[in-house]
Each structure stands twice: as C-alpha cells, then as structure tokens.
T-cell receptor, first 114, second 113 residues
C-alpha cells in the first residue's frame, strides 16, 4: 500500500514565524501535491511538483513556497505565518506513468496560527 | 474554467442506498475520482472511472458517468454507519493529470438509524 506520511497531525505556531510542513511518500511517486482544506471552500491546490527540484504554482500559492530536494520528500513552507493560514493541510502523491494516476493522501496537518 | 459541484448534505436510512451526485465542467478530464474523508483523517481513494467508461462497479460501490451532461454519481448499496463521512468528487486537471485534481466541496453523508 502507498504510504504518505505528514510529519505532524497538529501544529500551533505564532504570527510571523517561518513554518515547515513535511511530507514523505514511500512509493517512488514522481508527483507530489500540497492542498489546504477549509470549511465551505473544499480543497484548494497550493503547489505541486513533477520531479526533484521542480515545482509549479497551484491556485493559491501566495504566502507559501515549497522544496523538493529528494524524490520522496515535499516540504511546504510558510515564509511568515499569518492567521489566515490556519487550516488543514493535505499532502498527496501519484505516479506519472500513463499521464494520469489517482492521488494518495496523507492524514493531514491541522495548523493553527495564533 | 474548472469547477466541480456537489450537494453539501445527504441523509439516508441505514440499509438504504445512498446516491451522491456531482457535476463537473472540464470536458478534457480523463479521470474522475471519488474520495472519502472520515473525521480527523485525510482523504481515502474510494474509486475512479476513466472517461471512456459509463459505469464501474466495485462491491457496494457503483459509479455512473454521463459524459454528455458532465454528471458523475456514486451509489453506495446497503448503507452502513461506517459509511458516514464526507465524500469528494474530483476531476483531473489537464490532460497530463499531473497538475493536481479539482475537488468539489464534499457531500456529508449522514446515516439515520
């Protein structure tokens, strides 16, 4: 089974802090994704990556950056956390072969910015 | 643009069938997905359907796709209390599919005893 592991289930940080959310997958997937989930807004794509050192902006990249130094790890960075970034963050990964494969999700990190 | 619509709530009696509906707008989507999210958890892939199919069955789950109307449905037969969750419909973004998925806002399935 595919395993996508997010480093923290719950995280509390302060406004202005630099925050790192880590995600690791163990199935050698090329594609990795970061979403945020908010009540009434569903899931929105923040950033994604096709391969090591590659990144693409999703729908709401403002205030975030990402790092993909190794194939199995995709980090989401909040450069200067703000209260409107309080949310549930979900990481996902998928294969790229055939151009389309289902995404597999981690359990999420519930981030609170005070 | 891409948009996926689904109703926010569905209430059914235990033992009945549940039908969750979804409409999407991107006709180039090659795959459509159903995910399940239980409280406090991430999204679990339930099933998916390729766009050249009109039906897919997997045990208690039946997916129907009407490509002309861009309508997707998920039927859960013999609904049980463990089926209580949020169900998300999603379509692939772009032909490569590696651009992520566009999700609906999710349907809360409520099971009445």
């Amino acid at each position: 089974d595919v395993k996508v592991t997010q480093s923290s289930r719950y995280l509390v940080k302060r406004t202005g802090e630099k925050v790192f959310l880590e995600c690791v997958q163990d199935m050698d997937h090329e594609n990795m994704f970061w979403y945020r989930q908010d009540p009434g807004l569903g899931l929105r794509l923040i950033y994604f990556s096709y391969d090591v050192k590659m990144k693409e902006k999703g729908d709401i990249p403002e205030g975030y950056s990402v790092s993909r130094e190794k194939k199995e790890r995709f980090s989401l960075i909040l450069e200067s956390a703000s209260t409107n970034q309080t949310s549930m963050y979900l990481c996902a990964s998928s294969l790229r072969q055939g151009g389309n494969q289902p995404q597999h999700f981690g359990d999420g990190t519930r981030l609170s910015i005070l | 643009g891409e948009d996926v619509e689904q109703s926010l709530f569905l209430s059914v009696r235990e033992g009945d069938s549940s039908v969750i509906n979804c409409t999407y707008t991107d006709s180039s989507s090659t795959y459509l997905y159903w995910y399940k999210q239980e409280p406090g958890a991430g999204l679990q892939l339930l099933t998916y359907i390729f766009s050249n199919m009109d039906m897919k069955q997997d045990q208690r789950l039946t997916v129907l796709l009407n490509k002309k109307d861009k309508h997707l449905s998920l039927r859960i037969a013999d609904t049980q209390t463990g089926d209580s969750a949020i169900y998300f419909c999603a379509e692939s973004r772009g032909r490569r599919g590696a651009d992520g998925l566009t999700f609906g806002k999710g349907t809360h399935l409520i099971i009445q005893p």
